[in-house]
T-cell receptor
């Protein structure tokens, strides 16, 4: 069990560019979540997958954001036409299929800076 | 109603002290309350969690106290160490069959050697 991994760990981009982040959940975890965390705040929920199905999206996820989990394993989060307000830490978490309370295990995050 | 309010924002204690971090919620449908520890540049790590039918849970030096009637819960760190210096987040799950966690705003703890 190597934990949730995220790539890249840091991304600096210019406003208007597209960026894509990858998340590899813990093996056998069928549930995957994306959160966004800004400085001094707690993580805010963005979206949730069970296997390959995207079951919930936050209103925070504007049309410029899209997430996929094509084979029910890794997931990608893409941000199109980035804005300075998108600068944040993007966190991925996963949880196992069993367990009543969906304990979520977080990855190290991808820190995005939009110039 | 969907918020979890956390206090204090920051906390400094001496080594061996018992820092206490408090959280309050409004929505009685919340049914699971985890605490996370986050070091700079790292993702949050699950520390300890409690269900609302339990009033207290201990794991090592970490204790959660839960007051269902007051809709409050708190984290106590016994015999705190400099290595406990981190940001702590409380969270709540929105209810049975849901998967979204609502997080508090975090408490930055510093334990002085």
């Amino acid at each position: 069990d190597t934990g949730v991994s995220q790539d890249p760990r840091h991304k600096i981009t210019k406003r208007g560019q597209n960026v894509t982040f990858r998340c590899d959940p813990i093996s056998e975890h069928n549930r995957l979540y994306w959160y966004r965390q800004t400085l001094g705040q707690g993580p805010e929920f963005l979206t949730y997958f069970q296997n390959e199905a995207q079951l919930e999206k936050s209103r925070l996820l504007s049309d410029r954001f899209s997430a996929e989990r094509p084979k029910g394993s890794f997931s990608t989060l893409e941000i199109q036409r980035t804005e300075q307000g998108d600068s944040a830490m993007y966190l991925c978490a996963s949880s196992p299929p069993k367990g009543t309370y969906n304990e979520q295990f977080f990855g190290p995050g991808t820190r995005l800076t939009v110039l | 109603q969907q918020q979890v309010k956390q206090s204090p924002q920051s906390l400094i204690v001496q080594k061996g002290g018992i820092p206490i971090i408090n959280c309050a919620y409004e929505n009685t449908a919340f049914d699971y309350f985890p605490w996370y520890q986050q070091f700079p540049g790292k993702g949050p790590a699950l520390l300890i969690a409690i269900r609302p039918d339990v009033s207290e849970k201990k794991e090592g030096r970490f204790t959660i106290s839960f007051n269902k009637s007051a809709k409050q819960f708190s984290l106590h760190i016994m015999d705190s160490q400099p290595g406990d210096s981190a940001t702590y987040f409380c969270a709540a799950r929105k209810g049975p069959g849901t998967y979204k966690y609502i997080f508090g705003t975090g408490t930055r703890l510093k334990v002085l050697a």
